[in-house]
T-cell receptor, first 113, second 116 residues
Framework: DAGVIQSPRHEVTEMGQEVTLRCKPI?????LFWYRQTMMRGLELLIY????????DSGMPEDRFSAKMPNASFSTLKIQPSEPRDSAVYFC???????????FGPGTRLTVT | GESVGLHLPTLSVQEGDNSIINCAYS??????FIWYKQESGKGPQFIID?????DKRQGQRVTVLLNKTVKHLSLQIAATQPGDSAVYFC???????????????FGTGTRLKVLA
């Protein structure tokens, strides 16, 4: 298996632009998680899906952030409009259920100037 | 100006020695715990997990100990190798199975440096 796939690996954008991060979970996994990692706040859970349904989005910073999972093999995290404070590494992880080990992707390093 | 970030505690260990990394978790109701290893430029990688009905679990060269009384978790790495150098995170699952919601809280991490 290729593991969790994220794209792009690096994204540099200007403040105010829309940013879309993509994730392909491991085939057969039914839970998907989006995390953000910064030096200031460490690793934070933003949202997770179970069977393509958003279960807990309490970690999403504000309305500028949205996440979708249209099918079992694809999820997006969108930031519109982006701000410099959104600069971070965004990780996607998947698992067989929500209370078992998670497999992380390589992350997308986002820089908003 | 200088940026202020999380100060990661660092553990320096001689190659071949045993390492012990500690973690305090926050919620006495948490019932599932995971240790992750994160190498520079990579995503966290699962090492070992433990559920709250156990107090010890062993893997290959790693052991996790859980002390629910003081809400403490530790990761022991035997015969530490250079490849073990990384940041190690503990995570607790503040899950509520009745509602089907789960929330993972990660610790700030500990940097392990293996000295040759």
């Amino acid at each position: 298996d290729a593991g969790v796939i994220q794209s792009p690996r690096h994204e540099v954008t200007e403040m105010g632009q829309e940013v879309t991060l993509r994730c392909k979970p491991i085939s057969g996994h039914n839970s998907l998680f989006w995390y953000r990692q910064t030096m200031m706040r460490g690793l934070e859970l933003l949202i997770y899906f179970n069977n393509n349904v958003p279960i807990d989005d309490s970690g999403m910073p504000e309305d500028r952030f949205s996440a979708k999972m249209p099918n079992a093999s694809f999820s997006t995290l969108k930031i519109q409009p982006s701000e410099p404070r959104d600069s971070a590494v965004y990780f996607c992880a998947s698992s067989l259920g929500a209370d078992v080990e998670q497999y992380f992707g390589p992350g997308t390093r986002l820089t908003v100037t | 100006g200088e940026s202020v970030g999380l100060h990661l505690p660092t553990l320096s260990v001689q190659e071949g020695d045993n390492s012990i990394i500690n973690c305090a978790y926050s919620n006495s109701a948490s019932d599932y715990f995971i240790w992750y290893k994160q190498e520079s430029g990579k995503g966290p990688q699962f090492i070992i997990d433990i559920r709250s009905n156990m107090d010890k679990r062993q893997g290959q060269r790693v052991t996790v100990l859980l002390n629910k009384t003081v809400k403490h978790l530790s990761l022991q790495i035997a015969a530490t190798q250079p490849g073990d150098s990384a940041v190690y995170f503990c995570a607790e699952n503040m899950g509520v199975r009745t509602s089907g919601t789960y929330k993972y809280i990660f610790g700030t991490g500990t940097r392990l440096k293996v000295l040759a």
